[in-house]
Nanobody, 128 residues
Framework: EVQLAESGGGLVQAGGSLRLSCAAS????????IGWFRQAPGKEREGVSC????????SYADSVKGRFITSSDNAKNTVYLQMNSLEPEDTAVYYC?????????????????????WGQGTQVTVSS
């Protein structure tokens, strides 16, 4: 059974930091890209970051570049999202996602429909 279990969400003041974790199981982690998406009330789902479990290549949405860092611990099948300098606009439910990388593909695009597996989400709330 495929599982993506997010943890680490919570309430933080603007300017603060949180680290989200995504523990994966049930699929060959080393062949996959792991992404983070978020969705705020009344807004469309937005891709935040992605990391390749093959070579650690990363990509970020412009809105989080320089503030968020994603990393992977392949030995633990776990991906992290370190979120710094948080802003009220970062308030959303954050979802961990996974998609098998195609031959020769660096990273998948930030398109939700491209991803095979999704976690249940974890709430991040940033107060001003």
């Amino acid at each position: 059974e495929v599982q993506l279990a997010e943890s680490g969400g919570g309430l933080v003041q603007a300017g603060g930091s949180l680290r989200l974790s995504c523990a994966a199981s049930g699929f060959p982690f080393d062949d996959y890209a792991i992404g983070w998406f978020r969705q705020a009330p009344g807004k469309e789902r937005e891709g935040v970051s992605c990391i390749s479990s093959i070579d650690g290549l990363t990509s970020y949405a412009d809105s989080v570049k320089g503030r968020f860092i994603t990393s992977s611990d392949n030995a633990k099948n776990t991906v992290y999202l370190q979120m710094n300098s948080l802003e009220p606009e970062d308030t959303a439910v954050y979802y961990c996602t996974a998609r098998q990388l195609l031959l020769g593909e660096a990273l998948p695009p930030f398109v939700g429909d491209e991803y095979e597996y999704w976690g249940q989400g974890t709430q991040v709330t940033v107060s001003s």
